[in-house]
């Protein structure tokens, strides 16, 4: 049997995971967290903070200094809920748009290039056990366990 521990190691590596940062956009850093962040406000209509962290997986302190860096730089924006005004919420600017999908875009082709590489009856496999590996992790007492 294989080394389990090897394999996630060497595939963490290889995908980028453990760089500090993902990419640069127009001469922007982003970090692997920013664009995680960005990437869980793009896909909902201004969540709010709770959420995004929830769906990261991140305690709301750690996930604050995050939001404020990435509202200093222009991407976001931090606003109080209309429904109720205890809850900020949050959306992306229109840089943060542009880099959201920028990052969206690298991310397809990054992926792109490296199923090029397999037929598509294993690109299909791999994608199936990702899926079952998500969801193993998803039962598991041992895993982080984002809330959707």
């Not at 959201?100 to 992926?111: C, F």
Request: aromatic share 6%; with cysteine.
């Amino acid at each position: 049997m294989e080394n389990k521990r090897e394999l996630f190691q060497s595939m963490v590596k290889r995908f980028g995971l453990l760089n500090k940062n993902c990419c640069t956009v127009d001469d922007v850093e982003i970090s692997l967290v920013q664009s995680h962040i960005l990437y869980e406000i793009d896909r909902r209509e201004w969540p709010s903070m709770q959420q995004v962290a929830d769906a990261l997986a991140t305690d709301l302190s750690t996930f604050s200094r995050q939001v404020q860096s990435l509202m200093k730089i222009g991407l976001i924006t931090k606003v109080p809920s209309s429904a109720d005004k205890r809850i900020s919420v949050l959306g992306l600017t229109e840089e943060g748009q542009k880099v959201a999908l920028a990052i969206q875009r690298d991310m397809e082709a990054h992926l792109e290039e490296i199923f090029s590489h397999m037929t598509e009856f294993e690109q299909d496999m791999v994608l199936q056990s990702i899926k079952l590996l998500n969801e193993a992790m998803a039962k598991s007492s041992v895993c982080c366990k984002p809330m959707y």
